[in-house]
């Protein structure tokens, strides 16, 4: 442990209004850094490299627990934790592409204490369940002393590491809508083994077919080949109206080229990652090719 | 065995003596290590231990301007200790006297030591170690084996190279020229982290009469004694070694503990307080030994029928920034590099040379692993090129008795390599596994070949394999399957005449309460040895094994049988221990004039000679068996007693849309004599085996100006259990007369082969055959891109010399 643990402080407040009127208060000192489930925290106190020295440990916050179904969608409250997605029988049904993302999460005991909120303000690029909350179109609600806002997931990153939520704001709930009908979810982790890795790409879609089989709703999401988790818009223009045939496969995956910007890094390489994010594209419209020709 | 003459006389049925070798037995110390009772040197509580840290240097090479400590920290009771503190030589003591325990000005490596800090408090401790400022004279760091041999700076003598090494049979360029076909390949491999699952760690403490005591987590305790003994200048009885438990060690702790062992001892030294030193993870990854990388060249002629005619080999290692171990991790590697095949001309070049990195050092396998990757990968690529099964290739070629080794060594006894090979074919189906991967790999290509994305599986359900020959495909995945094999051998003991060198004695003694007591130097990392010397000593004396004591490695107490390395501790020390055992009953029951009958009758017997006759002891050396004969300066003779063998075989799945390969069965067979202790046995074979796993596809130190990039477990990537895939071992036992119970080695041999075997199957399965390990996916990507093929596309035919290199 090359962090000075004596020197932390950590404040735990008895309910969500109490936890924001702190981190409030803090925005004029050092600001409270928030904390759900630990798992990325202790690796950087680990290494001597923590975020902060003052943290609001929310885990006790029943508020921001639990998985409500709703009309339109589902709300997970912020400290959900994957284990907990990966066991609920509504999202494996209707968000299977969530549950497969949790599932590959760290391993079992990370699944246990890290949180759909934490995972998104830890802000990594490589976040599991990133990518697919942006294909499903997701709403993040964030609240502070001042009030409440909904901040729709894909306006949520300004840059590597950096949230358009104000210092004073705590995640409290995200929202996924259901999927439009008889569209097809996908979810592919590519990481550096089979279980306990970090992602060098992880990539989520969307697709729904109208009537003439042509591509009528289309989300790419991808994770680890940019500073932040992207939708290839591009790519998705170049297959919204078409037919899934090779030809389109091939005009979007050279659009994707254009969406992303994949770096050398600890991990893995630019080379491998353009390559690889554009076979994912091509594996997805396949899958759904398969699933299609199924029916 | 003498058990069989002593049963009982008056008893209806035949009481069978507690029979210990060869069955598995409740390991001695396994309670203690589930229970947690077993504590690591972390654990130790210390009245008034300081927590010693180690500053670094940030550059691979240059010059240290000047060290100073920053006014601006609270310095009050932080002990600080560097070159100038050593009482004796600044050297870590091994086999060349040129590393030192602490940089003076010259520095050769990121990550060498120059600064010891300790405090009572191991934050303060934490924080001094980022109020030193060190100011270095930077000079041209020298990373890499080509620019090493290609002198772009001078590190070691005048040519960069440690350690030369030439072994020649036969005729080599007259046998290539006279092959049918000679076939040239190019291997490369990278280094790998022992990963150990407790890392380096160690307490020392001055002593009343002025001497030194030193616990933790090694392998090797006279190692460390001698180091300590040259470094404080001390008479070898003032130090004392203990080893605490250890938590896997794989050679990471061979050499290093003289070091962290000699820098907790300085600051003990200097402060008169015992200190402790464990480094965490990044500091153990990034500063510690490595598997020595290697560049391999072969050039093999061979004849049409796939005869072996001549073997011209070239060997390069990377020694790391000084000598340490190399020259005799160089020698294993070159030894084993023709691999275990009857080959009439061959000659091995070896040589390991100097960079600027963190020296590297042994690792299971010592050198063996590279070189017989290489060469069991050119196999593969002899077999293509003749259009050979490789299984077949092999069969040809593999060792028999009777047969010669590179270095003249007549194999006398005890050559498994037919049999490893065999089984491991006829367990995993070989040929009907092949011809069905090659058929669904097909399959699935054509099938994935149509222009239109729809409907490829229809009719199929997602994830679904079909029963016969269409093979996987999964949510629209591209897999291919295939399967390799990979022989090994690898020598058991010290090389040449290292064991004579070495000279190791072990012991057994009574203990106070009749028991009898083991003491040697040999240490338990986590494989079993205390179980298995106990088993040994139990079966010769017929008792049971949790009846015998088995004393701490301790250099106070114990003789020194040599370091726990090599494959030796079984073959080597278990047969002093098994003599000793047959001296002490035998002695025992002159005493007692009737035969021992058991556990009982034997504490009653011990008891009474010991207040009788007084403490009873008996210790034995090792000898030299006469018929083996080494000639160091020609590198001739019988380079081990005996060789074991195994075989490897993997069957993989390959998504080439990622490059990520997936083993899907494993089977490892493996020659090693005798299992004193079949589970444990299998044990060291099934994690050797996943370690050459990981050594094949995932493990990869990266380097950033000669430091270590990915030193956290997040990206430093091993095998976890779900990277490994179900492991049939079998275990072939073609019995040794020299060892005991006819046991050979069997610690190294399991690292030898897999990492061949996937690189194999992936080329079954892709067609890629990728000369590199690990092969990442990255590789692979890369290497399926560039069209990398399995043919002969290198080889050049007929008796053309030096036939250009692609």
């Given at each position: 442990m090359r962090s000075a643990l004596s020197t932390l402080e950590v404040v735990r407040p008895r309910s969500l209004d109490h936890a924001l009127e702190a981190l409030g208060r803090s925005v004029s000192g050092e600001r409270l850094v928030p904390l759900a489930g630990g798992t990325d925290l202790f690796v950087y106190l680990n290494a001597g490299t923590?975020?902060?020295?003052r943290y609001l440990d929310?885990?006790?916050?029943?508020?921001?627990?639990g998985i409500r179904v709703r009309d339109g969608g589902v709300r997970l409250g912020a400290l959900t934790t994957f284990r907990e997605i990966r066991e609920h029988p509504v999202l494996g049904r209707r968000f299977p592409s969530l549950v497969a993302a949790a599932a590959e999460v760290g391993a079992w005991q990370i699944q246990n204490r890290a949180t759909l909120a934490g995972n998104i303000a830890n802000a990594?690029?490589?976040?599991?369940s990133l990518p697919v909350l942006m294909a499903h179109d997701a709403k993040v609600d964030v609240r502070s002393a001042r009030g409440a806002r909904e901040v729709a997931f894909e306006r949520?990153?300004?840059?590597?590491?950096?949230?358009?939520?104000?210092?004073?704001?705590?995640?409290?709930a995200v929202t996924l809508p259901f999927p439009p009908a008889r569209s097809f979810p996908f979810f592919r982790k590519v990481g550096?083994?089979?279980?306990?890795s970090i992602s060098k790409v992880v990539f989520s879609g969307l697709l729904a077919l109208d009537r003439e089989r042509r591509i009528a709703h289309v989300r790419l999401a991808y994770g680890s080949v940019a500073p932040v988790t992207l939708r290839a818009r591009r790519a998705e223009r170049a297959l919204?109206?078409?037919?899934?045939?090779a030809s389109v496969a091939a005009r979007a995956r050279a659009a994707l080229a254009e969406d992303i910007a994949p770096i050398d890094d600890i991990r893995s390489s630019r080379d491998y990652r353009l390559a690889v994010a554009g076979n994912l594209l091509e594996q997805f419209l396949r899958a759904a090719a398969e699933s299609r020709a199924r029916r | 065995m003498a058990r069989r003459a002593r049963l009982p006389r008056a008893s209806r049925t035949v009481l069978r003596p507690?029979?210990?070798?060869g069955r598995s037995v409740p390991r001695l110390e396994g309670l203690d290590k589930v229970t947690g009772r077993a504590l690591y040197v972390d654990d130790l509580r210390v009245p008034g231990v300081l927590h010693g840290r180690t500053v670094r240097s940030t550059?691979?090479?240059?010059?240290?301007k000047r060290v100073r400590l920053?006014?601006?920290?609270?310095?009050?009771g932080v002990v600080v200790a560097d070159h100038?503190?050593?009482?004796?030589?600044n050297l870590v003591a091994?086999?060349?006297?040129?590393?030192?325990?602490?940089?003076?000005?010259?520095?050769?490596?990121?990550?060498?030591?120059?600064l010891l800090l300790a405090h009572e408090d191991p934050e303060r401790v934490e924080a001094a170690t980022r109020a030193v400022r060190i100011e270095y004279e930077p000079l041209e760091p020298v990373l890499t084996i080509e620019d090493s041999l290609a002198r772009?700076?001078?590190?070691?003598?005048?040519?960069?190279?440690f350690k030369n090494i030439l072994i020649e049979r036969g005729d080599v360029e007259r046998g290539l020229a006279g092959s049918d076909l000679v076939i040239e390949g190019e291997y490369r491999c990278g280094h790998q982290e022992q990963l150990y699952i407790e890392n380096n760690g160690m307490i020392a403490e001055r002593t009343p009469d002025g001497g030194l005591l030193v616990r933790g987590s090694l392998q090797c305790p006279y190692y460390v004694h001698k180091a300590l003994v040259r470094a404080f200048?001390?008479?070898?009885?003032k130090v004392r070694i203990v080893q605490t438990v250890?938590?896997?060690?794989?050679?990471?702790?061979e050499e290093y503990p003289s070091m962290i062992g000699g820098h907790a001892a300085l600051l003990a030294w200097k402060s008169g307080r015992p200190v402790k030193i464990v480094y965490d993870r990044l500091e153990d990854i990034a500063a510690t030994t490595k598997r020595h990388p290697a560049a391999i060249k072969l050039r093999t002629g061979v004849r049409?029928?796939?005869?072996?005619?001549a073997n011209a080999i070239d060997i390069v290692m990377?020694?790391?920034?000084?000598?340490?171990?190399s020259p005799v991790v160089l020698s294993r590697g070159a030894i084993h590099a023709a691999g275990p095949y009857r080959c009439p001309n061959v000659s091995i070049r070896a040589r390991a040379v100097a960079t600027n990195t963190p020296p590297n050092g042994a690792f299971r396998g010592f050198g063996a692993p590279q070189t017989q990757f290489a060469v069991e990968c050119h196999m593969d690529r002899i077999a293509a090129a003749l259009g050979l099964d490789p299984l077949e290739l092999r069969r040809r070629n593999a060792y028999r008795l009777g047969d010669v080794t590179p270095?003249?060594?007549?194999?006398?006894?005890?050559?498994g390599a037919l049999e490893a090979l065999e089984t491991a074919a006829r367990r995993a189906r070989w040929a009907e596994r092949r011809a069905r991967h090659e058929r669904e790999n097909r399959d699935n290509e054509a099938r994935e070949?149509?222009?239109?994305?729809?409907?490829?599986?229809?009719?199929r359900r997602r994830g679904e394999t079909s029963?016969?020959?269409?093979?996987p495909r999964a949510n629209g995945r591209r897999l291919r399957r295939g399967i390799g094999l990979a022989l090994a051998y690898h020598g058991a003991g010290?090389?040449?005449s290292g064991e004579v060198k070495l000279g190791s004695i072990a012991a057994l003694d009574l203990s106070h309460d009749g028991r009898p007591r083991i003491l040697s130097?040999?240490?338990?990392?986590?494989?079993?040895t205390t179980t298995m010397f106990a088993q040994l000593v139990a079966e010769t004396l017929g008792?049971?094994?949790?009846f015998v004591a088995v004393e701490t490695p301790d250099t106070g107490l114990v003789?020194?049988?040599?370091?726990?390395?090599?494959?030796?501790?079984?073959?080597v020390v278990g047969g002093l221990l098994e003599k000793c055992a047959r001296a002490m009953r035998e002695r025992l029951e002159l005493f007692a004039e009737r035969p021992i009958r058991d556990a009982r009758d034997f504490q009653r017997i011990a008891r009474r000679f010991l207040a009788e006759r007084g403490p009873l002891r008996f210790e034995r050396g090792y000898e030299k068996p006469p018929e083996i004969e080494w000639d160091d300066d020609r590198y001739?003779?019988?380079?081990?007693?005996v060789f074991s063998y195994g075989c490897c075989v993997v069957e993989v799945e390959v998504d080439?849309?990622?490059?990520e390969t997936r083993v899907l069965r494993t089977i490892a067979t493996a020659?090693?004599?005798?299992?004193?202790?079949p589970i444990l046995a299998a044990g060291q074979i099934e994690g050797g085996t996943v370690q050459g796993l990981g050594y094949g596809l995932l493990e990869e130190v990266r380097w950033k100006d000669g430091r270590?990039?990915?030193?956290?477990l997040t990206n430093y990537i091993i095998p976890t259990s779900m990277d490994a895939s179900p492991i049939e071992v079998v275990i072939v036992e073609l019995p040794?007369?020299?060892?005991?119970?006819?046991a050979k080695g069997v610690?190294?041999?399991?690292?030898?082969?897999?990492a061949p075997a996937i690189v194999a199957a992936i080329a079954h399965a892709t067609g890629a055959r990728i000369d590199?390990?690990?092969?990442?996916p990255e590789r692979l990507l890369e290497g399926l891109r560039d069209g990398a093929?399995?043919?002969?596309?290198?080889s050049s035919p007929g008796s053309r010399r030096g036939g250009k290199r692609s």
């Amino acid at each position: 442990m090359r962090s000075a643990l004596s020197t932390l402080e950590v404040v735990r407040p008895r309910s969500l209004d109490h936890a924001l009127e702190a981190l409030g208060r803090s925005v004029s000192g050092e600001r409270l850094v928030p904390l759900a489930g630990g798992t990325d925290l202790f690796v950087y106190l680990n290494a001597g490299t923590p975020p902060g020295t003052r943290y609001l440990d929310l885990w006790g916050l029943r508020e921001l627990r639990g998985i409500r179904v709703r009309d339109g969608g589902v709300r997970l409250g912020a400290l959900t934790t994957f284990r907990e997605i990966r066991e609920h029988p509504v999202l494996g049904r209707r968000f299977p592409s969530l549950v497969a993302a949790a599932a590959e999460v760290g391993a079992w005991q990370i699944q246990n204490r890290a949180t759909l909120a934490g995972n998104i303000a830890n802000a990594s690029p490589a976040g599991d369940s990133l990518p697919v909350l942006m294909a499903h179109d997701a709403k993040v609600d964030v609240r502070s002393a001042r009030g409440a806002r909904e901040v729709a997931f894909e306006r949520l990153y300004r840059g590597y590491r950096e949230l358009t939520v104000d210092a004073d704001e705590l995640i409290t709930a995200v929202t996924l809508p259901f999927p439009p009908a008889r569209s097809f979810p996908f979810f592919r982790k590519v990481g550096t083994r089979r279980a306990q890795s970090i992602s060098k790409v992880v990539f989520s879609g969307l697709l729904a077919l109208d009537r003439e089989r042509r591509i009528a709703h289309v989300r790419l999401a991808y994770g680890s080949v940019a500073p932040v988790t992207l939708r290839a818009r591009r790519a998705e223009r170049a297959l919204r109206g078409e037919p899934l045939a090779a030809s389109v496969a091939a005009r979007a995956r050279a659009a994707l080229a254009e969406d992303i910007a994949p770096i050398d890094d600890i991990r893995s390489s630019r080379d491998y990652r353009l390559a690889v994010a554009g076979n994912l594209l091509e594996q997805f419209l396949r899958a759904a090719a398969e699933s299609r020709a199924r029916r | 065995m003498a058990r069989r003459a002593r049963l009982p006389r008056a008893s209806r049925t035949v009481l069978r003596p507690p029979a210990s070798v060869g069955r598995s037995v409740p390991r001695l110390e396994g309670l203690d290590k589930v229970t947690g009772r077993a504590l690591y040197v972390d654990d130790l509580r210390v009245p008034g231990v300081l927590h010693g840290r180690t500053v670094r240097s940030t550059i691979a090479r240059g010059r240290i301007k000047r060290v100073r400590l920053d006014p601006a920290f609270d310095w009050s009771g932080v002990v600080v200790a560097d070159h100038r503190d050593i009482p004796g030589e600044n050297l870590v003591a091994l086999i060349e006297d040129d590393q030192p325990l602490l940089a003076a000005e010259e520095i050769h490596h990121a990550e060498e030591p120059i600064l010891l800090l300790a405090h009572e408090d191991p934050e303060r401790v934490e924080a001094a170690t980022r109020a030193v400022r060190i100011e270095y004279e930077p000079l041209e760091p020298v990373l890499t084996i080509e620019d090493s041999l290609a002198r772009k700076a001078p590190l070691y003598r005048d040519d960069n190279v440690f350690k030369n090494i030439l072994i020649e049979r036969g005729d080599v360029e007259r046998g290539l020229a006279g092959s049918d076909l000679v076939i040239e390949g190019e291997y490369r491999c990278g280094h790998q982290e022992q990963l150990y699952i407790e890392n380096n760690g160690m307490i020392a403490e001055r002593t009343p009469d002025g001497g030194l005591l030193v616990r933790g987590s090694l392998q090797c305790p006279y190692y460390v004694h001698k180091a300590l003994v040259r470094a404080f200048a001390l008479p070898p009885d003032k130090v004392r070694i203990v080893q605490t438990v250890t938590g896997g060690g794989f050679g990471g702790k061979e050499e290093y503990p003289s070091m962290i062992g000699g820098h907790a001892a300085l600051l003990a030294w200097k402060s008169g307080r015992p200190v402790k030193i464990v480094y965490d993870r990044l500091e153990d990854i990034a500063a510690t030994t490595k598997r020595h990388p290697a560049a391999i060249k072969l050039r093999t002629g061979v004849r049409r029928d796939g005869t072996l005619v001549a073997n011209a080999i070239d060997i390069v290692m990377d020694g790391g920034a000084y000598v340490t171990l190399s020259p005799v991790v160089l020698s294993r590697g070159a030894i084993h590099a023709a691999g275990p095949y009857r080959c009439p001309n061959v000659s091995i070049r070896a040589r390991a040379v100097a960079t600027n990195t963190p020296p590297n050092g042994a690792f299971r396998g010592f050198g063996a692993p590279q070189t017989q990757f290489a060469v069991e990968c050119h196999m593969d690529r002899i077999a293509a090129a003749l259009g050979l099964d490789p299984l077949e290739l092999r069969r040809r070629n593999a060792y028999r008795l009777g047969d010669v080794t590179p270095t003249g060594q007549v194999l006398r006894e005890s050559v498994g390599a037919l049999e490893a090979l065999e089984t491991a074919a006829r367990r995993a189906r070989w040929a009907e596994r092949r011809a069905r991967h090659e058929r669904e790999n097909r399959d699935n290509e054509a099938r994935e070949r149509p222009a239109g994305l729809g409907g490829a599986a229809a009719g199929r359900r997602r994830g679904e394999t079909s029963r016969n020959g269409a093979g996987p495909r999964a949510n629209g995945r591209r897999l291919r399957r295939g399967i390799g094999l990979a022989l090994a051998y690898h020598g058991a003991g010290f090389t040449g005449s290292g064991e004579v060198k070495l000279g190791s004695i072990a012991a057994l003694d009574l203990s106070h309460d009749g028991r009898p007591r083991i003491l040697s130097a040999s240490t338990e990392i986590g494989q079993g040895t205390t179980t298995m010397f106990a088993q040994l000593v139990a079966e010769t004396l017929g008792v049971p094994a949790d009846f015998v004591a088995v004393e701490t490695p301790d250099t106070g107490l114990v003789p020194d049988s040599g370091p726990t390395v090599a494959s030796r501790t079984c073959m080597v020390v278990g047969g002093l221990l098994e003599k000793c055992a047959r001296a002490m009953r035998e002695r025992l029951e002159l005493f007692a004039e009737r035969p021992i009958r058991d556990a009982r009758d034997f504490q009653r017997i011990a008891r009474r000679f010991l207040a009788e006759r007084g403490p009873l002891r008996f210790e034995r050396g090792y000898e030299k068996p006469p018929e083996i004969e080494w000639d160091d300066d020609r590198y001739r003779g019988d380079a081990y007693g005996v060789f074991s063998y195994g075989c490897c075989v993997v069957e993989v799945e390959v998504d080439l849309d990622t490059g990520e390969t997936r083993v899907l069965r494993t089977i490892a067979t493996a020659d090693i004599g005798k299992a004193i202790h079949p589970i444990l046995a299998a044990g060291q074979i099934e994690g050797g085996t996943v370690q050459g796993l990981g050594y094949g596809l995932l493990e990869e130190v990266r380097w950033k100006d000669g430091r270590v990039w990915n030193h956290q477990l997040t990206n430093y990537i091993i095998p976890t259990s779900m990277d490994a895939s179900p492991i049939e071992v079998v275990i072939v036992e073609l019995p040794y007369s020299r060892g005991p119970f006819g046991a050979k080695g069997v610690g190294e041999l399991p690292m030898d082969a897999p990492a061949p075997a996937i690189v194999a199957a992936i080329a079954h399965a892709t067609g890629a055959r990728i000369d590199e390990i690990p092969v990442t996916p990255e590789r692979l990507l890369e290497g399926l891109r560039d069209g990398a093929r399995r043919d002969g596309s290198r080889s050049s035919p007929g008796s053309r010399r030096g036939g250009k290199r692609s």
